[in-house]
């Protein structure tokens, strides 16, 4: 029955956010809201509509004059250009919808382009003749533009969806529309004749009344809807799936394949118990993702677009298992493959299966199951995906930022890359045409490249006074509630409102001698020379650490520039500040002489920002005449570089310079200056803009440029080498530029190209330069402005600094070059090299340059990752490395004594001034607030807010995620080893505390996860019941199958080659495996009380080897982990010295390079290093073999330290046919130098590309804390510069040995397909590359032991080479956090839901001899008399040395056991407990802590003690108390402190305001700094000790959310574990029913059909399988199932070819099995290793009986590809393909 109409209220439940981006056939959609050059559309511009690939019928509506377009073109429509504009896009196959939202009120407008007849645009042709009947339509299109949709009544659109050939639309008042072609009933309107005009989809009434809608979606023939939950009386509580159109191939999933089909929506059943949020459609698939982000797929199988790991076609929907059980967020179906977007946290992950280059892929052939689409590592895009979009063939992903990302297939322009070529893997879209929720504005590195403050550089971008206020990341929120979050802006703890943290750089600047950093939160910092007091503290002693300098009234810094020797600054209120060498006047404060301390500069007012040359100045204030900003100049009129005019006194106040003023030219308004050391030049921009593109122009300060001053070399760019005494317009320059550069004899600038722009948003264009020759690697003085092009490819550049006559840019991708003086290793170059007059890559940067500046002789950076470097002449410490170093020149980034990061820093204690402490007296009235405050804490009750007004709840919640952020980055710092100096910071640290890490609510949390435990558990103990109907099921199946297994088994009682005896004893084995793969304790004891080498250790190994070889299982794997910590610790406890750590016989490094080196990490760990076809952005490579194939095969260099060995590689034998050996020595020599100089510089940076996962990080930060705590680190006093490095040294070594030797040692197994490296095989086994590659594996090896001896220049290149990897290895763990423990018991309670057993496969005689080793040594690893280890061991006895030589005998011929492992033990159990010497769950009687055999379980009862629970600190919390609730405090040691508590104590002790509470807390106070005194405590110790308990509030706080994650993750699991066990109970009622015939294969198929039930192939594979291996067995059999080899089928040409994942394959393991069926011939693909034979499914294919004749009676030379359809797997030839057949 139809429902009525009945309006839905105006609140809107839709899940989804409106699609920004769609994808059809050959094109696609995409609606941007950004700026070219980088920033937002402004609110009341509508945002611009982009379109490309094949317009074929206007299907884009570019006009009928584009058919393709290669590249994104703006879609000009009227209508689109009026704010608000186009909200959603959708695409159909040759039609597309726009929804353009209307100014007023909610909803939108439908307009469509593209094929219209059939209905596809909802109304009739225009141009059609009135006598025009449907029927007989012609073609026609929507010319032109896209044109309105009318729908009746004109109602309003909230969302728009497509299929192939007709469309829906949801309104309103949630009413679905449809119209188009509706020949199968897609649109869902009650008939199947074409519908014309929009027309309302017919919906069934729930309750009388049309469900809400929360989802639709459009495939080519039919269509679905997911209900909403409403408010509304009736609301069917949402979650339902409605379903129409055609059901062929069960797309419908109406649990069967009949072609039916529903011409409106019905209830689709098959998923009516499960809560439905989102759904996708295919051209012949489905799909839908539940509440809890489990993804169900139904229809079509083939190509493996269901994702299920096998070809068959599903009526029902069956669930899409993910890695790790990620949460799908978004689904997307094409046409033979989809894509699913999962969430876990932040992260986010993109997977893909089925067929084509559309899945991002780098595999060939069928994907049946998800895989990583690896977006970041081919991108670099470290954003999160905001959508997803698919075609047929190719997908489309739209990021935060706005930046698109595509791949597939490129044919007909869909890539919009403007190239023709396929891309099978991400690649990011040249143009940033998406819609962004946030946009990087200009970042700091711009402003600090453009700021060179020296007398050499002092240019100042114009964005510094345009970008200098605003956010890091401007936001744009989508209009639906799910953005609503996207809507905050960052700020940080201290209210800055930039994004960043206040204690983060945001400019540097450098003098002569001297540097300096201004941080985001306003502070400056200086250090190095102080001859004439340019550091600005009051004195003149050079400092060698930076230093805070104090301005004048607490003011915060926004901008500083250093002259040769002084400096100027600007504050937040505009006001300019000097200090520092003044005897020219450059100081401006009105005395002609050195200033020490920051005074204010005369005469200026409102700075924007400020420049500084040799001994001059200049700044821009804002203006009261209408012409805008005014530029003053002050100092030294030397060659008239201050624009003044005639000549006058040095000793002038600052000077506005009026030349500007009285041009003509319309750019006079000044925005950006710098100061040379004899020349200035200065970006004007345009007074007035006369449209939009030249008011971007002057948002950005885009300008051209004036120059004055001295003209030698043509630095000031007008021609000539004459002086300028005004600033002069240069003419030859016309281009626009937004920063300009002054060096000492030369000027370079950045052009301005609006939409060229970083990954992060930065603007970039061409570098133009002019002046002295080698300053510009010129051959001659160059007197105009010409385009740098001296850097091959000629890249983008968005920095640039000069310095006297040196040069540095950084370009586009983030890589700096640099040219000029390298005397002090500025260039980075060997000091050898004392200049380079041509550009030199700066290649050993160890991170992403951010902030850049320089001086004469040194460098500052300041990276991503939040670390400054500096490197060039450290004298007087310009270099803030703290202490001097040996060498005077230090040529490599070193890291600078950062004290903006310090604790201090950090909370803010630094930079509290006198007068903000005055103002934080104590007082009566503030002591009794405090004491009420501190009595309802101690009571443990939740304060209530102070004011009724809340603010706006994003704000909170920012708020709250800044203060996390500032309490993170404290912690970071502690946990570094940084000391606490004064109570004010430690005081402030307790303030700042998240409320989340604070005792009360731990322990409140501690309570709530106990509850929710006991909750989980519980379920969990209901499994054994819930699953008895099952296994009643499956008894009777398998006595059914009973008699086929006697027949199978009957001659074969054991198996092959097993030793007798041993079958008696397999379920003590099974046993006794379990209980060492679960405590692992048991193995570490035996480890550590057995010799480290020989057979003991060699057999320990392989059995801990083979118990844990499914790591794939993250029970197995987090259980091993644990094992390896305990291994390691030991270690570290028995060594006396770090350099007996971690050697190649350690048996933590054994077991940690098999556990990297296992199946598991081929992919990541292995591919990061070997895969030479890996390139980053600028297409270079990306991996060590990437680098050693290009510097072998493209540069042809050959390396070796020894001639000898050079003279044996491949290349080299040729050469000597030509050359003589002195010659070839000759050869060897500079090779040799190149070698060396590839170590130190490129090798680093390859190496530093490694992957490590997050397990692995977290055993490297086990063993550097055991470390720190160690034997050896007692006998270190650890004050020593290189401490840690000495500290690091071991855990480098566990790197090498780990992984780099032995993966570098093995090319043939990790260089090449082995490992899935199938592409960079061929490069990577080329002779000339393997011999390198084993040179540097022989010198890196030697680097790894240190083992030097005479060779002195290993040696050196070992003293570059080895600090860069121990500083690298050091990031990798700063702020981890180590979350194993919890992933090991959540793992370990969710295995309980998977009712596939774990096994393992060992051989008898490794069984054998284990056993026996453990009782020898029982008394040594036992934990008590009795011990349950001791008991199984006792039971399965002492083997014989007669049993243990048979067996040994027999290991070649042995097939392994297969053990199984009984990992559901907590139902029989019935308790479990975090052992606390493993630190795993295991049964509480096989805990360290148990009692033996005296230890009972209640019975019953269920014993849980998994939750680890943090102790209360009783003895500081007097302190803590005090320290949290007084006011600042002033105090600096334990007697001021004491007097300040006892002052306190006075006041509320007396009067009326007495307070009892604060009175006992301050006297408790009182005790202690007075046994703090007599016992001559230090203050450091007291907040080392409070430090220790804030990082174990703070681990705790971690710990309990990652475990309350693990419980969600648990009840996901419940949920799905019943819905799979309603499954089974279907599956084994069908096989039940047919199980006794022996046709398996088709019967079981025929009753699977009938009973709308599909099984799963791996069953019908088995009992192949089983019949297979009874070939051999019984006569019977063999006249039904044939096996063959396919060696001999290819040795003798029958088999022509093989495919896909067969060529990789050897031949004598493929195996083909045939029989006849009722179905047809069946032919069974698979693979078997020689000695396992164990058949593994590859493929099934059923062939019509009559192919044998067809194929007989063809040409002998015809050939025919199985499967017939679909990839091929193999090529026969015909004939002899028929008599294969005939077998059968």
Request: hydrophobic content about 35%.
């Amino acid at each position: 029955m139809e429902a009525e109409t009945s309006q839905h209220p105006a609140a809107f439940s839709y899940v989804s956010p409106p699609q920004k981006i769609a994808c059809g056939l050959y094109h696609s959609v995409s609606i941007c809201n950004r700026r070219s050059i980088g920033g937002f559309l402004p609110e009341d511009q509508a945002p611009y509509v982009y379109g490309w690939g094949r317009n074929v019928h206007n299907v884009m509506g570019l006009g009928e004059g584009t058919s393709v377009s290669s590249t994104p073109s703006r879609i000009e429509a009227d209508s689109f250009s009026h704010a608000p504009g186009v909200y959603e896009v959708a695409c159909g196959e040759s039609h597309t919808l726009f929804l353009v939202k209307r100014p007023n009120g909610p909803g939108a407008d439908i307009f469509g382009s593209g094929l219209g007849n059939r209905g596809r645009q909802g109304y009739r042709n225009p141009d059609a003749d009135d006598d025009d009947t449907p029927e007989v339509e012609d073609m026609w299109h929507v010319q032109d533009y896209p044109r309105p949709i009318p729908i009746s009544g004109n109602i309003a659109i909230m969302r728009i969806v497509c299929g192939a050939d007709h469309s829906l639309a949801l309104d309103v008042q949630g009413q679905i529309w449809g119209w188009g072609v509706n020949n199968v009933g897609q649109c869902g309107v009650g008939h199947r004749n074409d519908v014309l005009v929009p027309t309302k989809v017919i919906m069934p009434a729930v309750k009388g009344q049309i469900p809400a809608i929360g989802h639709i979606s459009a495939g080519s023939k039919h269509c679905m809807l997911v209900t909403a939950k409403d408010n509304s009386p009736g609301s069917s509580g949402g979650g339902k799936v409605y379903i129409w159109g055609s059901n062929e191939k069960g797309r419908l999933g109406l649990s069967h394949e009949s072609s039916s089909i529903l011409n409106r929506p019905t209830m689709m059943d098959t998923l009516f118990a499960t809560k439905i949020v989102t759904t996708a459609i295919g051209d012949a698939h489905s799909g839908a993702v539940d509440s809890i982000g489990t993804v169900w797929m139904w229809g079509t199988g083939s190509y493996g677009r269901l994702g299920l790991g096998e070809p068959t076609d599903l009526a029902v929907p069956r669930q899409v298992h993910m890695a790790d059980h990620a949460m799908v967020s978004q689904l997307a179906l094409g046409t033979f493959h989809t894509v699913a977007l999962t969430v876990a946290g932040k992260r986010q992950a993109l997977y893909s299966w089925g067929y084509g280059d559309a899945l991002g892929l780098p595999l060939e052939g069928i994907v049946p199951t998800p895989h990583l689409v690896p977006v970041q590592e081919k991108t670099g895009i470290k954003e999160p995906i905001s959508m997803i979009a698919v075609g047929g063939y190719h997908t489309l992903l739209l990021f935060e930022t706005g930046d698109l990302v595509i791949f597939g297939q490129s044919s007909n322009g869909r890539l919009g890359t403007g190239q023709t070529k396929n891309q099978n893997l991400p690649v990011k879209m040249p143009q940033s045409c998406g819609f962004a929720i946030k946009l990087a504005r200009e970042a700091p590195a711009v402003k600090a490249v453009t700021i060179a403050g020296d007398a050499g550089g002092g240019g100042t971008g114009a964005e510094d006074a345009s970008t200098s206020q605003g956010n890091k990341f401007q936001r744009r929120p989508l209009e639906h509630q799910s953005e609503k979050s996207m809507r905050k802006t960052g700020t940080s703890s201290n209210g800055n409102t930039h994004g960043h943290e206040s204690w983060e750089l945001c400019q540097l600047s450098c003098g002569d001698m001297f540097s300096t950093a201004v941080t985001w939160g306003g502070s400056l910092y200086s250090w190095g020379s102080n001859a004439r007091g340019q550091l600005g503290l009051g004195n003149l002693q050079d400092i060698w650490a930076p230093k805070l300098v104090r301005m004048p009234g607490g003011k915060l810094v926004k901008h500083i520039a250093c002259g040769r020797e002084h400096c100027v600054a600007v504050t937040l209120d505009g006001i300019a500040y000097a200090w520092g060498k003044g005897d020219k006047g450059q100081l401006g404060v009105g005395r002609n002489e050195d200033t020490p301390a920051p005074k204010q500069v005369e005469g200026i007012i409102e700075v924007l920002c400020c420049s500084a040359g040799e001994d001059h100045s200049a700044a821009i204030c804002r203006s009261d005449e209408d012409e805008g900003n005014g530029l003053y100049t002050w100092g030294s009129t030397e060659m008239g570089k201050l624009g003044v005019g005639a000549i006058s006194s040095s000793d002038s106040p600052p000077t506005l310079i009026r030349a500007f003023s009285k041009s003509d030219s319309p750019y006079r308004v000044p925005v950006a200056v710098s100061c040379g050391q004899y020349h200035t030049a200065v970006i004007c921009t345009r007074a007035h803009a006369e449209d939009d593109e030249q008011q971007d122009e002057i948002n950005v300060g885009a300008g051209r440029v004036w120059t004055c001053g001295g003209g030698w070399f043509g630095r000031l760019g007008h021609n000539d080498m004459e002086n300028r005494l005004e600033p002069k317009l240069v003419q030859s320059l016309a281009i626009r530029v937004r920063s300009v550069h002054c060096g000492s004899y030369h000027t370079c600038a950045i052009s301005y190209e609006p939409g060229i722009l970083t990954e992060s948003g930065q603007l970039c264009g061409d570098v133009w330069v002019w002046g002295r020759a080698r300053c510009i690697c010129e051959h001659e003085h160059v007197k105009v402005p010409v385009k740098f092009m001296q850097i091959d490819g000629q890249p983008k550049v968005h920095g640039l600094v000069t310095v006297d006559m040196n040069t540095w840019i950084i370009t586009q991708s983030g890589a700096i070059y640099g040219w000029g003086d390298n005397r002090s290793g500025q260039l980075t170059l060997d000091q050898s090299k004392k200049e380079s007059v041509m550009p030199e890559l700066m290649r050993i940067m160890p991170h992403t340059a951010e902030l850049f500046d320089a001086g004469p002789s040194h460098v500052i950076m300041y990276t991503k990752a939040k670390l400054t470097l500096a490197w060039g002449n450290q004298s007087c410490g310009r270099l803030g490395l703290k202490t001097k170093q040996m060498l005077k020149t230090i040529s490599k980034p070193s890291p600078v004594h950062a004290e903006w990061s310090s604790i201090e820093a950090v909370t803010g204690a630094a930079t509290e001034t006198q007068e903000e402490s005055d103002k934080q007296q104590t007082t009566s009235a503030a002591l009794a607030n405090i004491a009420d405050t501190a009595g309802r804490e101690d009571k443990g009750e939740e304060s209530e807010s102070a004011s009724e007004d809340a603010e706006d709840a994003d704000e909170q919640e920012t708020a709250v995620a800044s203060k996390s952020g500032a309490s993170d980055m404290m912690m970071v710092i502690i946990t570094s080893g940084q000391k606490i100096q004064q109570f004010s910071t430690m005081q402030k640290m307790l303030k700042e505390e998240p409320d989340a890490a604070k005792i009360n609510h731990l322990k409140k949390h501690e309570k709530e996860l106990a509850k929710q435990l006991t909750l989980c558990l519980g379920d969990l103990m209901e499994v054994p019941d819930q699953e008895q109907k099952v296994a009643l099921l499956e008894e009777r199946v398998a006595k059914n199958y009973h008699y086929i297994n006697n027949e199978i088994l009957k001659n074969n009682p054991r198996q092959p080659g097993t030793v007798e005896h041993i079958g008696d004893k397999i379920h003590a084995y099974q046993e006794l495996l379990l209980t060492l793969q679960i405590q692992t304790a048991y193995l570490e004891k035996l480890a550590m009380n057995t010799p480290a080498t020989g057979e003991g250790a060699d057999l320990q190994h392989e059995m801990i080897t083979s118990l844990f070889a499914n790591l794939f299982e993250p029970r197995v794997k987090y259980s091993f982990i644990m094992f390896m910590k305990m291994v390691a610790a030991r270690e570290i406890s028995a060594s006396k010295s770090y350099d007996d750590l971690f050697n190649d016989s350690s048996r933590f490094v054994k077991l940690f390079q098999w556990y990297v080196l296992h199946p598991l990490h081929y992919s990541t760990v292995v591919a990061s290093i070997m895969d030479s076809k890996r390139v980053d952005e600028n297409g270079q490579p990306a991996t060590l073999m990437g680098l050693i194939v290009l510097h072998t095969v493209e540069k042809g260099q050959t390396w070796s330290v020894e001639f000898d060995k050079y003279i044996t590689s491949p290349s080299i034998v040729e050469a000597l046919k030509e050359k003589t050996k002195a010659e070839v020595r000759g050869d060897f020599n500079r090779e040799l130098e190149t070698f060396f100089a590839f170590m130190k510089d490129e090798a680093v940076a390859a190496f530093q590309n490694t992957v490590l996962t997050p397990e692995m990080i977290a055993m490297l930060a086990f063993c550097k804390d055991a470390l720190k705590n160690g034997p050896q680190a007692q006998q270190d006093d650890g004050q020593s510069a290189d401490a840690d490095a000495v500290l690091m040294m071991p855990i480098f070594r566990i790197l090498c040995y780990g992984i780099y030797l032995p993966i570098l040692s093995d090319i043939e197994k990790f260089g090449g397909r082995k490992v899935g490296l199938v592409a960079a095989e061929k490069l990577n086994f080329d002779a000339d590359v393997r011999f390198n590659l084993m040179s540097m594996t022989e010198l890196f090896e030697v680097i790894a032991t240190g083992k030097f001896g005479k060779k002195k220049r290993i040696q050196k290149v070992s003293s570059r080479f080895t600090p860069w990897m121990l500083r690298w290895v050091h990031d990798q763990m700063i702020g981890f956090s180590d979350e194993t423990e919890t992933h090991l018991v959540v793992s370990t309670l969710t295995a309980h839901y998977s009712r596939v057993e774990d096994s393992v496969y060992m051989p008898s005689s490794l069984l054998m001899r284990f056993s026996n080793l453990l009782l020898e040594n029982i008394n040594k690893i036992r934990f008590t008399a009795g011990d349950p280890l001791e008991k199984i061991c006792t039971k399965i006895g002492r083997w014989s040395d007669d049993q243990l030589e048979a067996a040994e005998r027999k290991k070649d011929m042995e097939v392994p056991l297969r053990i199984s492992l009984k990992h559901r033990w907590l139902f029989t159990e019935k308790s479990i407990v975090v052992c606390p010497m493993s630190h795993c769950p295991v049964p509480l009687r096989l805990s360290s802590a148990s009692k033996g055999e005296n230890q009972k379980v209640e019975e019953g009862q269920l014993t849980a003690d998994i939750i680890s629970i943090i102790k209360e600190d009783t003895t500081n919390k007097p302190i803590q108390d005090l320290f949290y609730s007084l006011p600042a405090l002033k105090a600096t040691n334990f007697v001021s402190l004491k007097e300040e508590f006892a002052a306190m104590l006075e006041q509320c002790s007396s009067g009326r305001l007495q307070n009892k509470t604060l009175a006992s807390l301050l006297s408790k106070g009182i005790e202690m700094m007075t046994d703090c005194i007599q016992n001559e405590t230090k203050p450091e110790e007291l907040m080392s000790s409070l430090c220790t308990v804030l990082l174990a509030r703070n681990r705790q706080s971690k710990y309990l959310d990652a475990f309350s994650a693990g419980l969600s993750r648990l009840d996901r699991e419940r949920d799905l574990h019943r819905i799979e066990i309603r499954r089974a109970e279907q599956e084994l009622n069908a096989m039940a029913e047919q199980s006794r015939d022996m046709l398996l294969p088709s019967k079981i198929r025929a009753a699977a059909i009938s009973s709308s039930t599909l099984l799963k192939g791996d069953f019908i594979k088995r009992e192949i399988e089983k019949r297979t291996f009874a070939n051999s067995e019984d006569s019977m059999n063999s006249r039904k199932i044939h096996r063959v080899c396919m060696d001999d089928y290819i040795s003798d040409g029958k088999v022509i070819a093989l495919f896909n994942a067969l060529e990789i394959v050897k031949h004598d393991e493929i195996y083909l099995s045939i029989w006849q069926s009722e179905e047809g011939l069946n032919i069974h693909v698979g693979l078997m290793k020689p000695k396992s034979g164990r058949l593994e499914f590859v493929k099934q294919v059923v062939l019509p009986m009559s192919m044998i004749k067809s194929l007989s009676m063809a040409n002998k030379n015809e050939t025919v590809d199985i499967p017939l359809e679909g990839p091929a797997l193999m090529k026969w030839k015909s004939n002899e393909l028929a008599n294969f057949l005939r077998l059968a």
